[in-house]
Nanobody, 122 residues
């Protein structure tokens, strides 16, 4: 049974930083596309950044230069380092695994975590 458990969300002022974690069980993250998505109230879920088995990353334009995805294969954990946070980054952030679509930032993933809330105040 695959489980993805996010943590690390919270409230921060604009310009601050947060690091999210996604602990995986039931699969080896090094073997799959993994990604972070976010969803703000009233908006569609959007892809933030992905990473494949070869450590190649794809980022949304809105977060390039500010957000970095990484993983620790020994801990089977995915991370999202978020710097220079903006109020528009406020959303529920989700970890996803096992990509099944055509673009790694489309929400075509088989497994999802429950999410962790990030709130950025101005």
């Amino acid at each position: 049974q695959v489980q993805l458990v996010e943590s690390g969300g919270g409230s921060v002022q604009a310009g601050g930083s947060l690091k999210l974690s996604c602990a995986a069980s039931g699969l080896r993250i090094s073997n799959y596309f993994m990604a972070w998505f976010r969803q703000a109230p009233g908006k569609e879920r959007e892809g933030v950044v992905s990473i494949n088995g070869l450590m190649r990353t794809t980022s949304a334009d809105s977060v390039k230069g500010r957000f970095t995805i990484s993983r620790d294969d020994s801990k089977n954990t995915l991370y999202l380092q978020m710097n220079s946070l903006k109020p528009e980054d406020t959303a529920m952030y989700y970890c996803a695994a096992l990509f099944t679509g055509t673009h790694p930032l489309s929400p075509d993933y088989q497994y999802w975590g429950q999410g962790t809330q990030v709130t950025v105040s101005s």
